[in-house]
């Protein structure tokens, strides 16, 4: 097996995993017309992940990333203003 390298920046730092998460709230609303205080319990259903991507926590650079077979991430490009910088669709990870 390969030894695993940690995805880097152009800068050098380390890549740490970036997601960001779409939620759902639910209220019930009472008999005056006037939802809840209290939020509905959530279910999986109510959140899920919006994006995935690599981030340089230092200079915020982002990167495409993948899984090889061993279920690691790896390095695909950089996005630049939401796209890879070879045109594709950021958001497309494909191989
Ligand atoms: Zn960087």
Same mark, same amino acid.
């Given at each position: 097996?390969?030894?695993?390298?940690?995805?880097?920046?152009?800068?050098?730092?380390?890549?740490?995993?970036?997601?960001? =998460?779409? @939620?759902? $709230? *639910?209220? +019930? %609303?009472?008999?005056? !017309?006037?939802?809840?205080?209290? &939020?509905?319990?959530?279910?999986?259903?109510?959140?899920?992940?919006?994006?995935?991507?690599?981030?340089?926590?230092?200079?915020?650079?982002?990167?495409? =990333?993948? @899984?090889? $077979? *061993?279920? +690691? %991430?790896?390095?695909? !490009?950089?996005?630049?203003?939401? &796209?890879?910088?070879?045109?594709?669709?950021?958001?497309?990870?494909?191989?």
């Amino acid at each position: 097996m390969a030894v695993y390298e940690k995805p880097a920046c152009h800068c050098g730092s380390e890549l740490v995993l970036s997601e960001e =998460f779409f @939620y759902r $709230e *639910q209220r +019930r %609303i009472g008999h005056d !017309g006037v939802p809840a205080q209290r &939020r509905m319990k959530q279910t999986d259903d109510d959140k899920y992940s919006l994006t995935q991507c690599l981030r340089c926590p230092i200079c915020t650079h982002h990167f495409a =990333f993948d @899984y090889d $077979e *061993q279920g +690691r %991430i790896v390095l695909i !490009g950089d996005i630049v203003g939401g &796209r890879l910088n070879n045109g594709q669709n950021g958001s497309v990870v494909s191989k």
